[in-house]
């Protein structure tokens, strides 16, 4: 059974950082494309980041450009997101996702694999 869990959330000062894990079980993630996405509430699911199964080629939204990072750690099984410089419209629970067919959208359908999500919180 696969299963992707993410850690690192919490409470963060508007202008901080924080890093979210996602580690995998069940399955290695080098043959898979991942994703963080993110939900406000009352907001739909929006895409955050992507980065290829090498490493080399990363996506992000407009919102978080210049301010988060993706990586992976394919020994480890892990990807994250760097996220600095947070604001309140960061606020939301973040999702890792898994892409283990050969697509290249940040459509939420591309994604087979789904974690259970971290809260990120930035008071205003």
């Known amino acids: 059974q696969v299963q992707l869990v993410e850690s690192g959330g919490g409470l963060v000062q508007a202008g901080g950082s924080l890093r979210l894990s996602c580690a995998a079980s069940?399955?290695?993630?080098?043959?898979?494309?991942m994703g963080w996405f993110r939900q406000a509430p009352g907001k739909e699911g929006e895409f955050v980041a992507a980065?290829?199964?090498?490493?080399?080629?990363?996506g992000y939204s407009d919102s978080v450009k210049g301010r988060f990072t993706i990586s992976r750690d394919n020994a480890k099984n892990t990807v994250y997101l760097q996220m600095n410089s947070l604001q309140p419209e960061d606020t939301a629970a973040y999702f890792c996702?898994?892409?283990?067919?050969?697509?290249?959208?940040?459509?939420?359908?591309?994604?087979?694999?789904w974690g259970q999500g971290t809260q990120v919180t930035v008071p205003s």
């Open positions: 996702s898994a892409d283990t067919g050969v697509h290249s959208t940040t459509a939420q359908t591309d994604f087979e694999y």
């Open positions: 069940g399955r290695t993630l080098y043959n898979d494309r």
């Open positions: 980065i290829s199964r090498s490493g080399s080629t990363k």
